[in-house]
């Protein structure tokens, strides 16, 4: 395979000139640089609205003042520094501060901005001492950062040891290493091996992909979900909507198509969260829907199964529909069980880009004995 790495320095990226370099001075003061070469290579520096470009080289409307760090405000479901607790059958790990690349539109870049924060996991033991003292804990998720970014023999240590806590049955590891570098997975069999070892039948580990856009499936990518495919290991994708990226229902519906065509389901499309930098990558809910329901026309029921939801504080809110006058919105997943499954139904606002901006209630409806993803099995 090709003998490609990491790039910090963004002076050493062809395709960038001189004259745009000392532009972007102010957002590198701000925000760091990061990328793979090899995700570098799928950039058409001659289209000025290339997609990957977009996605991971530095622009100044970085600098607008709009939103937080900590949009979804995690510190309050954080059980200890990198864990959190916020769903009651899900726990969070931040295994790592470092990705594949920075994406521009990144909702955890005050791990970057703040390393000395210490947001991800140091010590290991106590945070396993709390999932087996939590039996409602069914499922884990590794990530960071990137869950992949670590190295095959501390993922491991940590697997391993989530493999003897028998009522984890799930774990999943977020990553975007198969768009950004492939070659994470294709050159490492020991990873592979691992992953064989430890997705059981009645145990799967769940590899969640982060692909925004279809130019980023390229040929190493298809070979790499091949051998994860091979090693037992379930996919499935997810993605905010990115204006100017996938904001269209053709672009969005043909990544629908594209990775259910390679064997990974679309799983969740994000509104994305009002963080800090974020502003010109932000699409208004009502139009996000509108995109996200006309590309779901487009596709076959495999390629449809995504939902469209905000990762607010308050759990994960799924806008459902519109009217001319409203819009109803569900509790997908609630932080406080009680109100899984709520529905709301405010009036329509047009320039919301997220659920604290809807104001005027009009109804609710509550499931009086909601059902629960955990208890007895």
Not at 332 to 361: C, V
């Amino acid at each position: 395979m090709p003998n490609q790495g990491y790039l910090t320095d963004i002076q050493k990226v062809k395709g960038i000139n001189k004259t745009e370099l000392d532009a972007l001075q102010p957002v590198l003061n701000k925000f760091s640089f990061r990328a793979h070469e090899h995700y570098l290579s799928l950039i058409n520096w001659q289209n000025p609205d290339d997609p990957i470009k977009k996605i991971i080289i530095p622009n100044l409307q970085e600098l607008e003042k709009w939103g937080r760090l900590d949009a979804s405000n995690e510190k309050d479901y954080s059980i200890m520094p990198g864990f959190q607790h916020k769903y009651t059958s899900t726990a969070v790990m931040l295994i790592s501060n470092v990705c594949g690349g920075f994406c521009r539109f990144c909702f955890r870049k005050r791990l970057f901005l703040h390393p000395e924060m210490n947001e991800y996991i140091q010590d290991l033991e106590p945070v396993f001492s709390y999932i087996e003292a939590h039996p409602e804990i069914n499922n884990v998720l590794l990530t960071g950062g990137d869950g992949l970014i670590l190295s095959t023999s501390k993922l491991k240590t940590i697997i391993s040891r989530l493999r003897q806590i028998n009522h984890v049955k799930i774990i999943r590891i977020g990553t975007k290493l198969l768009a950004f570098n492939p070659f994470r997975i294709l050159n490492d069999e020991n990873l592979i091996k691992l992953l064989s070892a430890y997705s059981l039948p009645e145990k799967r580990i769940y590899i969640m992909t982060h692909f925004n856009h279809p130019a980023e499936i390229s040929q190493p990518t298809l070979k790499a979900v091949q051998l994860l495919l091979k090693a037992g290991v379930i996919l499935a994708n997810q993605t905010p909507m990115l204006k100017g990226i996938n904001d269209s229902p053709y672009i969005l519906a043909n990544l629908f198509k594209k990775l259910s065509y390679i064997g990974i389901p679309p799983y969740y499309v994000f509104i994305c969260r009002p963080t800090i930098g974020n502003f010109s990558f932000s699409v208004p809910i009502e139009k996000a829907l509108e995109i996200f329901q006309k590309a779901q026309m487009m596709c076959s029921g495999l390629a449809k199964r995504a939902r469209l939801t905000m990762s607010h504080a308050s759990g994960k809110i799924e806008p459902v529909a519109l009217t001319d006058k409203h819009i109803i919105f569900r509790y997908h997943r609630a932080a406080d069980d009680s109100t899984s499954g709520d529905i709301m139904l405010f009036k329509r606002n047009p320039n919301a880009y997220w659920f604290d901006d809807y104001q005027e209630i009009v109804d609710t409806y509550a499931y009086q004995k909601p059902y629960r993803c955990f208890g007895p099995e």
